[in-house]
């Protein structure tokens, strides 16, 4: 696959203020978006209820600096860490508890972290924040039984987070769904009133412009996603795939920028059965 299969009609440069907002529009591009967010909350509500869980658990002195970690079947069994997306300016760890079901009941542990977001936080603090996150998880998990090999996957904002952080030690394995890449672009949105990212920042903190790393990634986006979104998944995977490094490329058909969560709800889902996979891959 290549980025012609998503079709775009003119190049970035040629685009108008407003039609590069609305290619970063997410929400915006969903009719039912109000709706399947609400229903993706009372799902992770459910599984708050559902699971024993260590909840608000403190990595760090913000507010927002907090764990929920779900124990697995056995203090070895596999980690799924998710990192929560919102653009880096909006989202928390419980409204994405439904993304670790699936693997939950594939007897996984699972582990979810929220951290400070723009515009109190720069990106760079941000990403910081996610580091120490999974420092402290790392030195910690045990005693929560969840100490088995651990995949960190993420979400939009969450996967970018998770492809910039998947050199630490303990990532064994990486599940990046509907992620940003390349943050150039980015800069020329509406999301960088808040952001107010430099070209420092876009340059060391682009996983696309970063050395690569080899360790197993899945790259995972909905085949309704906005062109530019799975535009920027494509080159990611296409720079690892010619560089062959492990992993593949997963398109979840009729699936939106918010349906494609609703692969991780249950054991059999797509991205579940990839968590399973990618963590296959490691040597």
């Not at 952001?195 to 197993?216: A, F, G, M, Y």
Request: charged share 25%.
């Amino acid at each position: 696959m290549t980025s012609s299969d998503v079709q775009t009609t003119r190049p970035w440069s040629a685009l108008s203020q407003a039609e590069r907002d609305a290619a970063y529009n997410n929400r915006g591009s969903i009719a039912a978006a109000d709706e399947l967010i609400a229903a993706r909350q009372k799902a992770s509500r459910d599984v708050a209820d559902d699971f024993p869980c260590h909840r608000d658990v403190p990595y760090g002195a913000h507010p927002r600096e907090r764990w929920d970690i779900f124990p697995g079947s056995g203090p070895e069994a596999p980690c799924l860490v998710f990192i929560h997306g919102g653009y880096w300016q909006g989202g928390d760890r419980k409204e994405y508890s439904a993304c670790v079901r699936g693997t939950l009941e594939r007897g996984w542990s699972a582990a979810l972290c929220s951290y400070p977001l723009a515009p109190d936080a720069s990106l760079t603090e941000i990403v910081d924040s996610v580091s120490r996150a999974l420092g402290w998880f790392s030195d910690h998990r045990g005693s929560f039984g969840a100490g088995g090999p651990l995949v960190l996957s993420g979400w939009s904002a969450g996967a970018h987070l998770a492809a910039l952080l998947a050199e630490r030690d303990e990532v064994k394995a990486v599940l990046c769904i509907s992620g940003v890449f390349e943050l150039g672009p980015v800069r020329e949105t509406f999301l960088n009133a808040k952001l107010c990212l430099t070209d420092q920042e876009i340059e060391s903190l682009s996983p696309i412009r970063l050395p690569l790393v080899h360790k197993p990634f899945v790259v995972a986006f909905g085949a309704e996603e906005l062109p530019e979104l799975q535009r920027q998944s494509i080159e990611f995977f296409q720079i690892r795939n010619d560089a062959d490094m492990p992993g593949h490329l997963l398109k979840i058909p009729e699936a939106n920028h918010l349906t494609v969560l609703e692969e991780l709800f249950n054991t059999d889902g797509r991205l579940t059965v990839a968590a399973e996979q990618v963590l296959s891959l490691v040597r």
